[in-house]
């Protein structure tokens, strides 16, 4: 009988510490699965973005929020859904948030940089890809240091330009618009062979554009080519009439 009532108090003993068990895995299980839930339901957001179904997006990335409405990468990609609809305060928010949440998510510190720029809030513009650019893995760096380059630009630091845009180069050097910057700095500065240098390099890799095409027409000035000024021109003219360059070009004839 003494044995028997044994038993019984230790089982007594037992079952709670049992219980606590068995809670702590179930709970555990639950948020794994529902952190699986959300990141899923962030990459059906941004795969549905991509196609450009904003709604099936918006239902996906209102589920992921729902779930942790702290995630950044779903404030990221919610950011962009409302970009797309020009919601660009709200979108604004939203990197914030995802920001503040995750100070090293540099996707959303990327886009809030870009937005920032798109603002003419070049100095705040510049202040954010300059910590883009402190991410050395992240796979857009060269790109952040062209929005450093830009925005130091627009603030009047050509110098501090120059070596953002070294560094962009250096990084990825078929970026377009880094070799088409360069090019037209150095003109302006009278280093006319860099500058037609950087412009050859932009040629063999990107598509003409305005700009191209109206630093060939003064270089060829420079250079005292006739022939390949009248073929800028004429490309000119004839791909991109309603251009800037090309108004400005049948003004000065």
Request: proline share 3%.
């Amino acid at each position: 009988m003494g044995l028997c009532l044994m038993r019984y108090k230790l089982f007594l003993i037992l079952i709670p510490l049992l219980l606590v068990g068995c809670t702590t895995t179930t709970t555990s299980g639950n948020g794994a699965d529902l952190q699986r839930a959300a990141e899923n339901y962030v990459q059906l957001g941004r795969n549905y973005l991509s196609e450009g179904e904003r709604d099936q997006a918006r239902f996906n990335l209102l589920k992921a929020l729902e779930i942790d409405d702290r995630n950044p990468e779903a404030n990221n990609v919610m950011a962009l859904l409302y970009e797309t609809e020009g919601e660009v305060e709200l979108a604004t928010q939203l990197y914030r948030r995802a920001i503040s949440e995750d100070r090293n998510y540099t996707p959303a510190r990327m886009n809030y940089a870009r937005v920032l720029y798109s603002q003419e809030e070049f100095r705040e513009a510049r202040t954010q890809y300059q910590i883009v650019t402190e991410d050395v893995n992240y796979r857009l760096r060269a790109d952040a240091f062209l929005g450093v380059a830009l925005s130091n630009l627009r603030l009047g630091d050509i110098e501090a330009a120059k070596a953002a845009l070294n560094r962009t180069l250096l990084l990825n050097p078929n970026i377009g618009q880094a070799l088409i910057q360069v090019a037209e700095i150095a003109f302006e500065q009278s280093e006319y062979a860099l500058s037609l240098e950087y412009l050859e390099r932009y040629e063999s890799t990107t598509q003409e554009s305005p700009r191209s095409l109206n630093l060939g027409i003064k270089l060829a000035r420079v250079f005292s080519d006739p022939e390949k000024e009248q073929s800028y021109a004429f490309a000119l003219q004839n791909m991109f009439p309603d251009s800037t360059e090309a108004r400005e070009l049948r003004l000065g004839q």
